[in-house]
Each structure stands twice: as structure tokens, then as C-alpha cells.
């Protein structure tokens, strides 16, 4: 049996400034965005170019307005690989993404994290394997 998680939900406040983010300063692309409006929503789904994707669901009601940026506590909610650390480090720094922490060099890669836009914390990683294959 093969299994790969294809997508997670990341709840937000509105969908632009969510995209202003997500697509702006990280980069991104938009994979999906169509209309719902039966539900009063879109079904959003961005991603990095190297795969994965978020799908972008605007928060409905208080209970779920209530978990934006808390949806992981205080713990690193995603990890985005690159094989080019300081390249987008640089980049993000430059678009305004801000980071908790300076870089630092760990056994397993070079990694710093980051705030997205409502406070939820990455990790920006570029393992030690893919750098000792670019070397």
C-alpha cells in the first residue's frame, strides 16, 4: 500500500490577503480557484512549485475564526524544503516575510522559521542530503 497526503486545510481569515501572502511573498502558486457558491466560499488551493498544497478555507463562524494562526499551538506547522536555502531566505526576507530566528546550521539541514501572515510558524528547510548533492 502507498499513501500520500495530497493536501491540508489551512483556515484564514480572507482569501485575498491570504493570497497576498501565500502567492506574493512566499511564492506560490495557485493551483485552484474556483467559486462555491452554494457554501459562500471558494475552494483555493495553493502550492510551491516543488509540490504540495494548501487549500485556503476561509474561516466560517467562531469556533473556526478562533484556531487562525493557532492551528498547530506554539509548534512549527509546516516545513518548506529548499534547495536553495539562503536564495529564499534572501527572497522572503526581502518581500517581508519575518523570521523568528536567524538561520542555523543542524545536523539535518540548514533551516530558520518563519511567520506566515496570521502568526502560524515554519520551519524554511533545505536538508543537509540536498545541499551535500549540489556541492
Keep these: 500500500m502507498s499513501n500520500t497526503i495530497a493536501m491540508t486545510t489551512l483556515v484564514v481569515r480572507d482569501y485575498e490577503e491570504a493570497l497576498d501572502f501565500y502567492v506574493g511573498k512566499l511564492g506560490f502558486q495557485v493551483l485552484e480557484?474556483?467559486?462555491v457558491p452554494e457554501q459562500d466560499k471558494r475552494w483555493l488551493v495553493v502550492g510551491p512549485s516543488g509540490g504540495g498544497a494548501l487549500l485556503l478555507a476561509r474561516a466560517a463562524g467562531p469556533q473556526q475564526t478562533a484556531r487562525i494562526?493557532?492551528?498547530?499551538?506554539?509548534?512549527?506547522?509546516?516545513?518548506?524544503?529548499?534547495?536553495?536555502f539562503w536564495r529564499d531566505y534572501r527572497a522572503f526576507r526581502a518581500r517581508?516575510?519575518?523570521?523568528?530566528?536567524?538561520?542555523?546550521e543542524e545536523a539535518y539541514g540548514t533551516v530558520a522559521v518563519f511567520r506566515d501572515l496570521y502568526g502560524n510558524r515554519w520551519d524554511l528547510?533545505?536538508?543537509?542530503?540536498?545541499?551535500?548533492?549540489?556541492?
Design 96 to 104: 517581508g516575510v519575518e523570521f523568528m530566528e536567524n538561520p542555523r
Design 125 to 135: 528547510l533545505q536538508l543537509a542530503e540536498q545541499a551535500e548533492t549540489r556541492a
Design 33 to 35: 480557484d474556483r467559486p
Design 69 to 84: 494562526g493557532k492551528q498547530a499551538g506554539d509548534r512549527v506547522m509546516a516545513f518548506l524544503h529548499s534547495d536553495d
